[in-house]
């Protein structure tokens, strides 16, 4: 990417010549992947590349108000934020995102003309952007709302610069990422969860942005017939793992990039700066002129919905079971009292999600459907799902 025009949602004006320097000045230290580990998926180039494109379309409804050293920011932290990977002394992508802080101060010492271009508080703050794209979400978003406050016009708005990269980074999980690279190639001399990875890739066709008056969300357009895909190649890629395992596998995936979602939603709300981001759901689709025989996709929604916010995933939110010391714990802690003394009361306060497993033995409630949710579930009884939906 040399002409940075087709990124028309974010308007670098004077500073877009400084970019594109230092844009080829960074760009010797793009690594394609981890030293310690070659079968890491790309990180290089065109991830970053496509990253950039990523937020570019986030941008597209205005959803924050940023000015253009802003945009500048943004594009510079989306250059580094894999940079420690493969320059940081050692290597390797554990807590890579933190080592930036370590790593691009080095880099710039090799290269004083862009050094000389910047003060130490831009930086810092380019530093903790890209740190942001990694790591719980919570913990990035708060540290930088108590240490990056607006208190000018011209003060870079971090919170949302480091939602819009973590967001894009997220996105960087279709077919875009796989371009230039031969499945039949790498795939065989890989174990099981490096393949898991280039498989996610191979399995997302592409993602749109849909905006209306009800209704926003992400949509993901996955490859048709999957399964039997890998059935197919199982033997030619030498496919190292079950067909449950990438069902489970895909699943965690999508769920991690919706809750990316509601993260940066719920952190809109508290904030007191001005935002229109709309995005939280997302959606499985089959990709254009196609048709799912096989069923995996309706399978993988089945999955995520059955498990959608449970504590495994947020650790927040419990899928009660109803015959263990859960609900004694929580009536004690909410100090409520049963008439008919059951110990089996399903407790409905506060939990935002409702779901039923196959096994119908954890059930969650919404609050807003609290009157046609059960109240008492007994060992051994089913319930029929379609009565609760």
């Not at 500048?72 to 554990?94: K, S, T």
């Not at 967001?167 to 690279?181: C, F, N, P, T």
């Not at 995005?279 to 929604?301: K, P, Q, W």
């Not at 409520?336 to 059951?342: A, P, S, W």
């Amino acid at each position: 990417m040399t002409d940075f025009d087709e990124l028309k949602y974010i308007p670098l004006g004077e500073d877009k010549s400084s970019f594109h320097f230092f844009y080829e000045s960074m760009k010797i230290y793009f690594h394609n992947n981890d030293p310690k580990n070659p079968n890491l998926t790309d990180h290089g180039e065109l991830h970053i590349k496509n990253v950039m494109r990523n937020a570019n379309r986030l941008l597209e409804k205005d959803p924050f108000d940023l000015h253009r050293k802003d945009c500048l920011y943004l594009m510079q932290a989306i250059c580094i934020h894999d940079l420690a990977i493969g320059n940081f002394e050692g290597c390797g992508r554990e807590d890579h995102n933190n080592k930036i802080f370590a790593t691009f101060p080095e880099i710039l010492d090799k290269v004083a003309s862009v050094k000389a271009s910047m003060t130490e508080r831009d930086s810092e703050i380019i530093c903790r952007i890209a740190a942001s794209h990694s790591g719980n979400a919570k913990e990035t978003y708060d540290y930088i709302v108590d240490h990056y406050s607006i208190t000018s016009t011209e003060d870079p708005h971090v919170l949302f610069l480091a939602m819009l990269l973590r967001v894009a980074d997220e996105l960087d999980i279709s077919q875009e990422r796989l371009k230039g690279y031969s499945l039949p190639a790498i795939l065989p001399n890989m174990e099981a969860e490096s393949q898991l990875h280039w498989i996610k890739h191979e399995s997302i066709v592409y993602f749109k942005l849909s905006y209306g008056d009800k209704a926003n969300y992400l949509g993901l357009f996955l490859k048709p017939d999957m399964l039997s895909w890998l059935d197919n190649n199982r033997d030619k890629l030498k496919i190292k793992f079950k067909n449950d395992e990438y069902l489970e596998f895909m699943r965690k995936a999508i769920i991690k990039l919706k809750n990316e979602l509601e993260s940066v939603c719920e952190y809109c709300g508290k904030i007191e700066d001005k935002s229109n981001w709309k995005l939280r759901n997302v959606t499985l689709n089959v990709s254009a002129n196609n048709h799912d025989s096989s069923g995996y996709i309706e399978e993988l929604n089945r999955l995520i919905i059955s498990s959608n916010n449970t504590v495994e995933e947020k650790g927040e939110i419990k899928a009660y079971d109803c015959f263990d010391n859960k609900i004694k714990e929580e009536k004690e802690k909410k100090n409520i009292v049963n008439e008919n003394n059951n110990d089996n009361v399903l407790i409905k306060e506060k939990i935002p999600i409702f779901t039923i497993n196959d096994t119908y033995k954890y059930i969650v409630c919404p609050i807003e459907k609290q009157e046609n949710c059960p109240v008492y579930i007994s060992n051994g009884d089913k319930c029929n799902k379609q009565a609760y939906k």
